[in-house]
């Protein structure tokens, strides 16, 4: 059943919320929903919840304020982006650390699908060069239309990504590197549409059912921008990937909904929405207080209106999400590093497929790769097809440290064409290969294709070939064992993706390849990893520098075995400190 907002008058709401935030390991962030009525028509309003934020911050502890987009209501009417800048300014003033997102309403002129968009004003008042200077700020994506903030509380180090409306893959490519560079950091991302309540909205009776934007809205509701994404596939192309995603919150659609999904290591995202703006007054002054708890690994979410002095008790407004933050981090002392195609300056994938039905034909420039036992579907014979594919530089230079213990390897692919037949459903077999290969190798310069035992190791993992369900076409393998052996020493030549032999099947499939456009699904290898010791790094963050010669002061004429004599003296003197500079940075 639908629910509707209850609201309650509640003028010791920050009283007793900082009582409750006084324990240790907690604190707050603020979500500012839909502010585009207010930019519009009721700047006051818009004013007086970021002076309530920054009024409040020691009370509630604010760590951090998101915006959920759509800050003003019509992109090309500039007084609207005045007020915006001047209510936003009074974070900047207070050096309050905050996010923004673009939404609909901030790229076209007045918020509606097929308009043109308008970026420019969005980047003129915030853009990056709004954020320049400041230590939080992480970056923008080359368009300016994405950024990502770093920020410390609760004893832990957060990333938060900001990202365009209906994103272009260019933005997510842009937001998958940052989130490699930062997996020790758990991540909250804000987009602008995401989800939407037509239950509610529709007071029981939607004509889909609550949650992420299904294909058949956007016949209705087209994107907004061009060439950007739908809201399933933003979530099955990027967030589920992640592993350190926790939660995305997100506007537009005027309602409050909440789920929970699963990301590729099995734990629990959390996707909240919240948009107020056909309320009265614009929205009512309607913002989202998230109360963290990161040693119980509770977040407390209140909707609270400073203009009016009250709260929203209905379940949707008032409620707890469980998050168990040290899961979504690297364990201590491990990196991790990915390589895929076009993702943060990586340009090293090596992949093709040999056809014995076309022998001197080679594919490295095709955007598909095929691995099928007969790629001419023919009754009387059968034509292989192999896929190939090899990472290549992950030893050494920007790739992983040579020394480095391999905690684990997986490799990545995704499936555009699927096992389809109903009387097959062969498997795919993975093997390491032992000879070399390039993009331009064919079936016949390769002696007749791959064959195990002279060109092939014996399988070592095996994948379905039918997407089940449709939309899962993702494939995560383990490679451990190969990419161990690559750092032992052993010649990387790649792997290969094999056919099972099944008589009267005939049925393959095509694998997504670093030569597609969407650089999301390219083939990826993520390595999780324990780096070699760094002589003088005494401190433990894989720097030698002055947080080294600090610790070796403190341990200053220390004998017999100290862990800090780093020039094996048998004592810790100007000879170790002598030792570290040498090493220094």
Known sequence: MPEFAIVAQDPDFVRRNAAALAVGNQFSLIGLPDTQNYSSTFPQIFVAQTNWVVDHRADLQVEYVSHYGDIVNNADQEYQWVLADAAMAVLDEADMIYGVCPGNHDITASGGSGQPVLRGPYLDYFGPDRFAGRSWFGGASPTGMSNFTVFSAGGIDFLQIHIDVDTPVRELAWAQAVIDANRDRPVMLTTHRYLQDAQDYTSGVPLVSSGRYPDIWYQFEGLYNPDGMRSEEFFQWFVRRQPSVFMVTCGHFHEEYRQVSQNVAGLPVHEVLADFQDDPNGGDGWLRIMKFNTLSGIIDVDTYSPTLG???????????????????????QTAFKAFQQGIGGY?????????????????????????????????????????????????GGQGIPEGSEILSATLVIDIADDIDTPLFNPSFLVHKVVRAWSESSTWNSLSGGLTVGSDLAPSFASF???????????????????????????????????PQIISGNDDGIEIIASENANTLLRPRLEVTYRPA?????????????????????????????????????????AGDIAFLLLLFS
């Open 347 to 395: 340009e090293g994938t090596q992949d093709t497929w040999v056809s014995q039905q076309n022998p001197n034909t080679s594919y490295g420039d095709n955007d598909r790769r095929v691995s099928d036992d007969d790629t001419a579907n023919s009754f009387f014979s059968d034509y292989r097809g192999q896929a190939l594919v090899r990472f290549d530089g992950i030893v």
């Open 310 to 332: 009250a709260v929203r008790t209905a379940s949707e407004s008032d409620f707890n999400l469980a998050v168990d933050f040290d899961r979504y981090m690297l364990a201590p």
């Open 464 to 498: 379905s070939g039918d997407n089940n369900p449709n939309s899962e076409t993702m494939r995560r393998i383990d490679v451990t064992q190969v990419v161990r052996d690559w750092m032992s020493g052993a010649p990387n030549c790649g792997l290969a993706i094999m």
């Open 533 to 573: 010791a760094i002589a003088g790094d005494l401190d433990g963050d894989r720097v030698v520098g002055a947080a080294d010669i600090a610790v070796l002061l403190l341990a200053f004429g220390e004998c017999d075995g100290s862990a800090f004599d780093v020039d094996g003296s048998g004592c810790v003197d």
